[in-house]
């Protein structure tokens, strides 16, 4: 704790340091947390809808066996679409704002907000690269073992998030991600083919390089974008989606512009080989990124992970009573394993000795500050005494701030 002396009174005050800032805003966060757990199984729910129906989406664009659109043009229309719902959601917004509210329409608001949410072009960068990764890695591995290697990315957003964002796990929270990582793997197990293992991976020398490209890109993608939403968190999130939705299409048309430098002129048109299909695709995609930037600003990643695990469960029970699939017993087990994942990590026992130690924090906090408040009090009460029994010179008179 420093200690600052006013020129004046010559009393010693208190100086809020970061570490104090840091704890405010944790705390403030668990505030918010504790009063929107509603919003976080709307989220849940609508997060599982939406991954749900990707695969059947994605099954009913395939012609032939085969896409017959770019998957470029896919991105980038995804994009172009968030920004049309960014848009109109912040016209909505900003007829019923308040009488004295600063307008979010504004030429000088928009500026500020650009300047302080610059840090959103980084998740929209790692987004773009992380949509051409999926292709490239279908080169080296088998789809089954695409799956698997993604599981990794439970523990590595375990690990930026608490490199980059500073979050706390307890022992019991490590344990559950574990459980997550084993719970989707078991699950996944079923579709490797015949004669093959898990991490039966090809000896091509890049094949190393690529798999940790892919797990560490979408992942740093994640956290990116939640450090960058919640650290501008009195910014309407209509107007953080329009900059990163607009820096996202902006990537993906450059990588347009690139696949027709490269492969000529016809590679151009957006529109080629698509169909009502794949426009339900791109709606999906646009809700399901619009969905997650709510994850990411008034929940967290790992919820947004235990929903998308969550969602490819509901997936496969679903195809087994429409489509007759039979129900392993590799999914049963992960089925199981990953509700005593999810239950492990949020139930408030993994929670109950970081908020012991944080109510004694505070409690030695207050101490503190009514301690420091009391000695601030008889210093300035003393100066105040010695300052009236002498003269004010003529350097005193000066204003303590520069004009």
């Known amino acids: 704790m420093t200690m600052m002396e006013c020129s004046v009174c010559h009393s010693r005050l208190t100086a809020t340091g970061t570490k104090t800032v840091s704890k405010a805003y944790h705390r403030h966060r668990s505030d918010f947390s504790s ?3 509603a919003l976080n199984i709307l989220l849940v729910v609508g997060d599982c809808i939406l991954v749900g129906l990707q695969p059947i989406l994605v099954y009913m664009c395939k012609v032939d066996g085969s896409f017959k659109f770019s998957p470029v043009s896919v991105n980038f229309l995804t994009e172009a679409t968030k920004v049309l719902f960014a848009i109109m959601m912040l016209l909505f917004q900003a007829k019923h704002q308040k009488v004295g509210e600063k307008p979010l329409l504004s030429i000088s608001t928009f500026v500020q907000a650009a300047r302080n949410n610059v840090l959103l072009a980084v998740p929209a960068l790692l987004y773009a690269i992380n949509n051409y990764l999926k292709f490239i890695m279908q080169l080296y591995f088998n789809p ?7 599981n990794l ?14 979050r706390r796990f307890s022992l019991i929270q490590w344990e559950a991600l574990a459980l997550l990582l084993i719970g989707i793997s078991v699950n ?11 991490l039966g991976l090809p000896v091509a020398t890049g094949a190393y390089l690529y798999t940790l490209i892919f797990v560490t890109i979408p992942s740093l993608a ?5 450090y960058a939403l919640k650290s ?3 910014t309407s999130i209509y107007l953080q989606n329009l900059f990163l939705y607009g820096y996202g299409a902006i990537f993906n048309f450059i990588g347009i512009i690139g696949t027709a430098i490269l492969k000529g002129p016809s590679s151009f048109d957006i529109l080629h080989g698509h169909s009502r299909a794949t426009m339900l695709l791109i709606f999906n995609n646009a809700a399901q990124g619009i969905l997650s930037s709510f994850f990411f600003k008034y929940a967290d990643t790992i919820l947004k992970k235990y ?10 029970i679903a195809s087994a009573a429409l489509f007759g699939h039979t129900l392993t017993i590799n999914f049963i087990l992960g089925i199981s394993i990953v509700f005593i994942s999810m239950h492990q990590f949020f139930s408030p026992l993994s929670k109950l000795k970081d908020e012991s130690q944080n109510g004694s924090l505070e409690m030695t906090d207050g101490q503190n500050n009514k301690r420091s408040k009391d000695a601030s009090f008889i210093n300035m009460t003393a100066g105040a005494n010695k300052d009236a029994s002498h003269h004010v010179g003529s350097d005193e008179r000066a204003p303590l701030l520069p004009v």
């Open 35 to 37: 009063k929107s757990r």
């Open 144 to 150: 089954a073992t695409v799956k698997m290697l993604s």
């Open 153 to 166: 990315k439970v523990l590595v957003i375990a690990v930026l998030l608490k490199i980059i964002m500073r």
């Open 188 to 198: 996944q197990l079923r579709f490797l083919p015949e004669g093959t293992t898990a």
């Open 222 to 226: 994640s956290v990116f974008n939640e």
């Open 232 to 234: 501008q968190f009195e």
């Open 307 to 316: 929903s998308s695990t969550v969602a490819t469960i509901f997936t496969g």
